[in-house]
């Protein structure tokens, strides 16, 4: 059974920024949130099945899994 990839999304705003983590198959995740001290925010979310249309429409872009892995390991 092939494993399911997730799929990463990063908006920045004018003094932090948010990042999520979308998983295509069952559409939950994970959304952080970059504060200008440093400080991440973590949230487990539950989206639906708009959850891509949603990105798109508020100027989310894709990101690197990477960048998103790193700060997940500091929250």
């Given at each position: 059974?092939?494993?399911?990839?997730?799929?990463?999304?990063?908006?920045?705003?004018?003094?932090?920024?948010?990042?999520?983590?979308?998983?295509?198959?069952?559409?939950?995740?994970?959304?952080?949130?970059?504060?200008?001290d440093g400080k991440i925010e973590k949230t487990e979310?539950?989206?639906?099945?708009?959850?891509?249309?949603?990105?798109?429409?508020?100027?989310?872009?894709?990101?690197?899994?990477l960048e998103f892995q790193l700060l997940l390991a500091?929250?």
């Amino acid at each position: 059974m092939a494993k399911t990839i997730s799929q990463y999304f990063k908006r920045i705003f004018d003094d932090y920024q948010v990042l999520v983590m979308v998983n295509p198959e069952d559409f939950s995740g994970t959304e952080l949130i970059v504060h200008p001290d440093g400080k991440i925010e973590k949230t487990e979310m539950e989206f639906d099945e708009e959850i891509f249309e949603d990105l798109a429409e508020d100027e989310f872009q894709p990101c690197s899994p990477l960048e998103f892995q790193l700060l997940l390991a500091k929250s």
